[in-house]
Structure formats: C-alpha cells, structure tokens
C-alpha cells in the first residue's frame, strides 16, 4: 500500500529531524510519557513516541515549536 509506505517514510523523516534538537527529543519524550497518554510503561525512543502521538500531533508540535523560536527571536532582536 502505497499510502502506508508514504507514512512510514514521514515518520523515519520526522524523527530525523526531532533527533536534530535535544530540546525536541526531551519535549516529545515528555509529551508521550505525559498523564495524558496515560501509558502503563516508559517510552524512551523518538521513533516510538512518534507512532504512538501520532504523526499529525507530533507535526502540529513541531510547527508550534518553531513557530515559538522564531518570533521570541524576532522579539530579542528588536531594540528597546
């Protein structure tokens, strides 16, 4: 199935990208083991993490995550 082998390539991808950023692997890891997921265990790989949120959650927070860095940027470098 062509559409599963899409997403499988999405998720090595966005894994890929969260390993880049110890802040976003720790931010994911600490979503995923979070109260809310409610899990009965401790997940401690991205790649895991990643397919239990799901891939659009974890794409909505990498967007809002940098969405957050680059205007706190833009707000540093405006002179007061």
């Not at 890891?29 to 790989?45: K, Q, W």
């Not at 993490?49 to 969405?67: C, D, H, K």
């Amino acid at each position: 199935n062509v559409s599963l082998v899409r997403e499988c390539v999405c998720v090595v991808e966005v894994t890929g990208v969260i390993k880049t950023d110890p802040a976003l692997v720790a931010n994911v890891l600490h979503i995923v083991n979070s109260a809310y997921y409610g899990l009965n265990r401790h997940i401690d790989s991205v790649e895991e993490a990643v397919q239990y949120i799901g891939f659009e959650p974890v794409i909505n927070f990498l967007a809002s995550n940098f969405t957050t860095e680059v205007i706190k940027k833009d707000f540093a470098e405006i002179p007061n």
